[in-house]
């Protein structure tokens, strides 16, 4: 099985405090920097993005109860619903704002930059979902197993999302990254695009759930409450949102990012620890909060939904746009 996938080191701690010596705001763009060369700039590489209706499948390992699959499906959902200012009439569900989807059409950007006349034409949909509650390949996983369960999902227009559970130990998890997005062949030989995003809670939140839970290194803040009550899940959905990103705008290697290809800087990964204006190492910015749970967040999506969701690279203006 032919594939190729790049680590991603979350927005959170494992990249901002790595870089903290070089950074303010948020890390300082290399794009902005005129010290740089052409190659560590953050462009476009002549390849394709992600185009047409894709199916989001979610290939659930290990041991998730049904309120935790819910906090992940609803975001999908809220990616391509509709804000509560628009279109009275659409028949989709509709969301305060600032929204998910509002969120989401940062990515838009950087097809129109590509061709100002056609705008994107990446339509994301939630598709199925696969329950592996047995550990069917164990406990302890390889990236070529995941990329096996990975495959077990649609692989016509289709992005399948790996996603296991707190007591599963995968291959660089919490070490190195906090999940994965690459692109395999499937059984016509076509590629299809795969994400793997772990639940960290018991084995690394202060790196792969910040802001939720204190860092491991750096400024000790005061960790969040979690949108969603669930600091690995709440964790995770950072860690997926991310990944979208980079793989609807990087999803085989030549698309957008800065760095060598095979440890890139993509489209959240560039903007690592802001969520809000005012962030800075160890301060996720200036959040929205919950006037009940005192939970934070920066996002509303369907029935209700709350969510933190990093800063977008806008590639614009070299910048980091945030929604709040």
């Known amino acids: 099985m032919a594939s190729s996938s790049y680590t991603h080191l979350h927005t959170n701690l494992l990249l901002l405090f790595s870089l903290f010596c070089f950074s303010s705001a948020a890390r300082k763009l290399t794009s902005l920097d005129q010290t740089q060369s052409s190659s560590d700039l953050f462009k476009y590489h002549n390849g394709h993005l992600l185009t047409g209706k894709i199916s989001i499948n979610l290939i659930w390992y290990g041991n998730?109860?049904?309120?935790?699959?819910?906090?992940?499906?609803?975001?999908?959902?809220?990616?391509?619903?509709?804000?509560s200012s628009s279109l009275s009439s659409s028949s989709k569900p509709r969301m305060s704002n600032p929204s998910v989807r509002t969120w989401w059409k940062t990515t838009e950007k950087y097809y129109s930059l590509i061709d100002s006349k056609k705008p994107s034409s990446l339509f994301l949909s939630m598709g199925g979902q696969i329950i592996d509650e047995n550990y069917s390949v164990g406990k302890s996983l390889t990236s070529q197993q995941i990329e096996g369960l990975a495959s077990k999902g649609g692989q016509s227009n289709a992005i399948n999302v790996v996603l296991t559970s707190s007591d599963v130990i995968v291959d660089g998890f919490c070490s190195s990254r906090c999940g994965t997005h690459g692109s395999l062949k499937g059984k016509t030989n076509h590629k299809f695009a795969y994400i793997w995003v772990g639940n960290s809670v018991t084995q690394c939140p202060g790196q792969c759930a910040w802001p939720f839970q204190k860092p491991i290194y750096g400024p000790q803040s005061p960790p969040l409450v979690a949108p969603n009550n669930d600091v690995g899940l709440d964790g995770m959905v950072i860690n997926l949102a991310s990944l979208l990103a980079a793989t609807a705008t990087n999803p085989f290697r030549n698309g957008y990012y800065q760095g060598p290809a095979t440890a890139p800087l993509e489209a959240a990964s560039a903007c690592p620890g802001v969520y809000g204006k005012g962030a800075y190492p160890g301060y996720a910015g200036d959040l929205l909060v919950d006037a009940t749970t005192g939970a934070s967040y920066n996002a509303h999506g369907v029935d209700g939904r709350k969510y933190l969701l990093p800063a977008l690279l806008d590639p614009s203006t070299s910048s980091c746009s945030t929604l709040v």
């Open 64 to 83: 998730f109860n049904p309120s935790q699959r819910s906090i992940i499906s609803d975001f999908i959902t809220s990616l391509s619903s509709s804000s």
